[in-house]
Structures are given as C-alpha cells and as structure tokens.
C-alpha cells in the first residue's frame, strides 16, 4: 500500500524514496533535493534515541536560527537539511515547535514513546496535507491521487464540497469533492492516537494577529515603506535558502517584480514569465521584459497558444487533483513545465494582494467601514476608484447591499438559481458560504471580515494551484510575501494606511518606487489573464462541444445534462464581440464544467472510480 502510494508521487520527489516501518505504523518520503543534496538529508528522519520520526515537505527558512537554539539545549544534528529541525524541536518542545517555525511545510511526526502520529500544516497553508480514515486506517499525504492509489474504494462526492466549488471555485474547512478526503486546515495540528484518541488544534489563524500596533500607527508613510523594504528584503533574503539555483516568476505587477528585485539583488536570477499570442490585455511580456532589463536578471518569454491547452489540459486537472481556483492553473502550468528543465525552485508572489490590499474588493470593505464611522472619508475614498476599479465596486457593492452569497467578498460562480438548475433542486449539502459565515462570526468591521475569508479561504486555494503545478514538474515553489516576519508586519497595519490616497498597495508601491520601472504604476491590474473567451468560441470549439455535449460526458452524470447542455450551447451562440469584462464569468463557467469533466474521467480512467447517478 505505501509503495503505491509513493510511486503515485514520483513527481514531488524524484531524487530519492524512504520508507520507515514498525507495527501498526508505516512511513514513507519522496525527496526533492534542494537543502543538502546529501544522503544525510534523507528522509524520513530518526533522532538518535530513535523514538521520534519525521517526514516533512517543506522549507524551514528560520532553520538556522531554530537549529542554534536546539544545540544549545543537546540536539544533535546529523544534516544540514532544514527538515531536521522539526524533528528535534518536536522532542524538545513537543507541538508547541511548530508555532516557532518560519517557513512551509506539511510535517508527519511518529512518537513512538506516546504512540501517536502527529501531522502539522505550516499557518497559512502554502503545503498541502490530506486526510483519509477508512476501515481502521489513517492514512495521508500529500496529494488525494496518493489516497486513491492506496485506498480507492467507498469513495462519494461531497455534496456541501461540490456546493462550494461551483459557488466558489474553492472548497472550504478542509472540505474538497471526496467525501472522506479532508485537508488538515492551515495553521492545523492533528493527533491520531493508536488506542483511536483525536486530538484538533490551531497553533495560528488570522485571530490570533490581533489589533493594529503601536508602531505601525505612529509611523510616517515613509516609514512604512522603509520598513516594508526590510521586511521584504528579509524575506527574500531567507527564501533564497538553496543548494541549487533559485529562479522567480515575473509579470507586469507589483509583486512578482518586487521579489525578482531583491532577488536579483543578492546574485544572478533566472526569471520567467508567459505571453500570449492574442496581445493586449493578455500580454505582460513587454512590462516583465522591462523589469529584467531593469534588475539585470536573465529573463525567458514562454509563448502560450491554444494548442497548449487542448494539449496540456487533462494534465493541469489531473495535477491538482480536484478542480480548484480558475483558469490561471493552465498558463501557470506551462510556464512552470518550461522552468522545471532548468532550476528546482522558484519564487512567486503569492500573498502581496491579500496582505496589503492588492485587490479592489478592498477598498470596497474600506468603504463601507468607513461608511459608518466617517461619511467624508468614505466620500473622499469613493472619488479615488480608477475606472478599471468601478466594475468591481457595481459587482461587489451592489450585489452586496442587496444581500446573497458575494456580501462576503468573492466572486459567485454560480449563484443559488443557477446552482439549482445545475443539480435539479437545492444545494444538497450545508450552503455554501456557510463556512465563509463561520470565518467571521463575531466580527463587525468590514475589513477585517474580508482578511479573515481571503486569508482563511481564498488564498489556501491559490497555494493548494500553486504548490501542486509546480511539484508536477518536480519544482518547488516559494511564496517570500507570506514570510511569517513580513505577514506580522502587515497585520500590524491600519486598513487605511495600506489604501493611503485610495490607492491600491500604497505602502508597496511607495516603498518599490525608484527601484521598479515607472511604467509599472500605470499599468491595470491584470493577473495573469487567459484568453480562453476567444479560443473556446475558436480554435478550441470543437474542443468545448465534444467534452461538454457529449452525451456520454461524465459531468453531465454528476449534473443535470439539460443543465450542462443550456448553459454551453448559450456560451458557443454566435454573438456580437462584447468587452472581455462581461465573458470573463460565464468563460469561468465553462471552464469549471470542463474541469468536472475532466476529473471525473480521470477518476474513473485512472482508479475505477464512477462518480454520479
């Protein structure tokens, strides 16, 4: 059974397989060598009395200083992985370790004097860690197609997961479309006990950042920016920790080139960014290109067409394992197949927008708090919404004064009438912004309601697309924006000193400026875009029509087929070119069918395992 398991993860550890074994336990490891390419760095990982053992994915970037203090208090070393920190922090501090660690990781621990498996998930998700018990066994990993590998029977959708998928393109609490599957939630430890004890805490969680501090609110606008140089710088710094080449990811936005800059700063960088042959809208190669030139990196265009994604689709849904979080996973997957061939890791920008209000929807929360607490500084802050922001304020704003699922601040894919069309009847399982509710119970300001859900729920399931995208190409991503120094840092900000003068980022954008190209300030917030509108009603229509009309397509199984039917057959209707704002939700549509599709045929092709009536 661990056998298997493990060859279903090749790809997230090619360079080595361990396995360790005792009665009623059995642990295994996939490596990817990246901190000590030595067999010393192996895993899993004894300490010398032998009566603790680890497997961990993951990077610990504050192991040098964790690994000082545990000498001093007789840990013995036998690498220089930064894993093994983990191993002798828990004997020494039992779980409160994992509190003190500044890094990513999903950590299996076996206490052979307790007897209990101890699974651990870094504070905010960036690694992912499932879950399954069945029939007396615990078993996780990685990744679900692990789980399936092992253990593919008894297997049901989750109706409350598929609720929340086509609501939200995400799944919440753990939950994904398998019921029985779960995820340990971020900042989750979990103890499994051999007499059957259970034992859920959270060692972190967006409650626990508390109020504004006192510096953060005495400090000048420059001081913020000088601070958010040394934060970030820091982070970089640290996220560098590598004993083979570190490249970065690089777009026309704030927070890609800002890591590429202090990357760039500490030696030779490797950068890489997409282009699409449509141009426009969907091009950042200019402005990356603009950015390499500036920060001296040696920089990569990769061409992206629709001949990739009839190519390299089945592959991208097969690599998350359950669809999740939109198109941007195809793109990511092809540039990050081309960054494979050359380097083990590279860096993102994952977290600047949720951590220092990147996002329109932003100002929107502080607009309404303002609202009730000082109607001229709303009014002051409505009069500086640019015009690629008002689309955002009539879609969020609006729908949520009238009340429905997007008062909590996400885009709704699918709302409850659509929802019911597509599964004959009402949302089977618990509603699916239920979860979302119960993330901001007893809390009032608007603001810190939409931190709690894009923290707690939106941007795991941009790292959950991340992490499992690159690890298909045995490459490692790395997030230094949700670097633990620098997120305490923005949480220690007030909502209005991020969104100073109404602008988005502000403290970013003042602390870059001088250091980043000017053309980047005027520049829209784009994303990473995909022009899919114009290939689905193109080159890949016939793509569409034979996943979706089929008769015999999986997804119209699982949903109701005149469902599926109406809703592709209205999107292919030839039409007047209408501006890309207005297809970018029903494109989203489709691809979330497809992506069901998709899945549920892998499913069946791969494991045996026929979903739907």
Known sequence: MLARMLSAMVHRGPDNEGIWQAPGIALGHRRLSIVDLSPAGNQPMRNDDGDTILVCNGEIYNAPALAERQRARGARFHSRSDNEVLLHGYRQEGLAAFPTVNGMFAAAIWDTER?????????????????????????????????????????????????????????????GLLAGIEMVQPGEIRVFDADGGRQRTRFWSLAFAGEPDAGAVAATDEGLADRFVREAGGAVHRHLMSDVPVAAYLSAGFDSTTVAHFAAGEGPLRTFT???????????????????????????????????????????????????????????????????????????????????SGYPVFKIAELKRRMTRNPLAAAALLASFRASEWPHLGYFLLRSLAGGETRHGLPVLFDKAARRRLMGGEDPGEAPDAALARMTAGEDDPYRRLMAIYVGAYLPGLFMVEDKISMAHSLESRTP??????????????????????????????????????????????????????WFRGELRSFVEARLLDPEAPVRRLLAAPAVDALTRRYLAPREPRHRILDELPTRRIWALLSLDSWLRGLEGSYGIRLGS
Not at 115 to 126: F, H, P, Q, S
Not at 308 to 321: E, P
Request: aromatic share 8%; proline share 6%.
């Open 115 to 175: 007897r209990r498996l101890v699974l651990a998930r870094d504070r905010l998700g960036i690694k992912p860690l499932y879950v399954r018990e069945h029939k007396g066994l615990v078993l996780f990993a990685s990744e679900i197609k692990a789980i399936l590998a092992a253990m593919p029977e008894d297997l049901t959708i989750d109706p409350t997961g598929l609720g929340q998928y086509l609501a939200f393109e995400n799944c919440f609490e753990g939950r």
């Open 274 to 356: 997409g282009s699409f042959g449509a141009g426009g809208w969907y091009d950042e190669a200019g402005g990356a290109a603009e950015v390499a030139a500036a920060i001296g990196s040696r920089h990569e265009t990769v061409t992206i067409d629709a001949g990739d994604f009839a190519a390299h689709f089945d592959a991208v849904v097969a690599a998350l394992d359950e669809p999740r979080m939109g198109p941007g996973a195809f793109s990511q997957y092809v540039v990050a197949r081309r960054a494979a061939s050359d380097v083990k890791v590279i860096l993102t920008g994952h977290g600047g927008d949720e951590f220092f």
């Open 481 to 534: 924006l949700c670097d633990n120094d620098l997120v305490d840092f923005a949480l220690s900000i007030a909502p209005d000193r991020k969104l100073a003068g109404g602008v988005l980022k502000a403290i970013p954008k003042r602390a870059m400026r001088g250091r980043l190209p000017e053309g980047l300030y005027r520049m829209p917030k784009r994303g990473f875009p995909t022009p899919l509108a114009r």
